[in-house]
């Protein structure tokens, strides 16, 4: 079965740091670029930030370029998002999903993790 | 930026029936580039249709997709209890990759 499950999530002060971790299984994880979503309480989806099935390129959302940083472990099948300077508006669910580049589209999710910044 | 503006905002509907879902996007969006996918309360997106008018596997063929350049739809016949949901239209031809703002599919 494929699947993708987050940890990380929790509260944090403003200006604070966090990091969020996905794990998968079921696939070749390093044939997938993979892909951080986020959805603030109540709102949309809004799309975080990609990172090719090597690691080597990483794409951010204007909105945490500067403060965010993908990373993945293919030897372990993990995807992580490092998050510095957070802010009141990071918070969200963050889901971790599979890119599948054949498909152009997000064809696995994980079930989320929650993010919440507030003094 | 594209900008995806989904319409309506809500739909309020009764099993059985049909609806169709408009996402119009600010640009030129490949067809190949346009996906939509369903969210249930607590759950995570699932993938409907990619491509603009391709199922993901397993969805049902009383979904369906149209579309092309500005102007895209996602088709539901036969509305199923299941099938009531928030459904969006995401693009990733051009960074930043966006999606819709949502159309809330409520049971009448």
């Known amino acids: 079965e494929v699947l993708l499950v987050e940890s990380g999530g929790g509260s944090v002060q403003p200006g604070g740091s966090l990091g969020l971790s996905c794990a998968a299984s079921?696939?070749?994880?390093?044939?997938?670029?993979m892909s951080w979503v986020r959805q603030a309480p109540g709102k949309g989806l809004e799309w975080v930030s990609s990172?090719?099935?090597?690691?080597?390129?990483?794409f951010y959302a204007d909105s945490v370029k500067g403060r965010f940083t993908a990373s993945r472990d293919n030897s372990n099948n993990r995807l992580y998002l490092h998050m510095n300077s957070l802010r009141a508006e990071d918070t969200a669910v963050y889901f971790c999903?599979?890119?599948?580049?054949?498909?152009?589209?997000?064809?696995?999710w994980g079930q989320g993790t929650m993010v919440t910044v507030s003094s | 930026e594209i900008v995806l503006t989904q319409s309506p905002g809500t739909l309020s509907l009764s099993p059985g029936e049909r609806v169709t879902l408009s996402c119009k996007a600010s640009?030129?969006?490949?067809?190949?580039?346009l996906a939509w996918y369903q969210q249930k309360p607590g759950q995570a997106p699932r993938l409907l249709i990619y491509?603009?008018?391709t199922r993901a596997a397993g969805i049902p063929d009383r979904f369906s997709g149209s579309g092309s350049g500005t102007d895209f739809t996602l088709t539901i016949n036969r509305l199923e209890p299941e099938d009531f949901a928030v459904y969006y239209c995401?693009?990733?031809?051009?960074?930043?990759?966006?999606f819709g703002q949502g159309t809330k599919v409520e049971i009448k």
């Open positions: 491509g603009a008018s």
């Open positions: 640009q030129y969006v490949t067809s190949s580039y």
């Open positions: 999903a599979r890119f599948a580049v054949s498909i152009h589209s997000f064809d696995v």
């Open positions: 079921g696939f070749t994880f390093n044939n997938f670029a």
């Open positions: 995401q693009q990733c031809g051009s960074s930043p990759w966006t």
């Open positions: 990172i090719t099935g090597n690691g080597d390129i990483t």
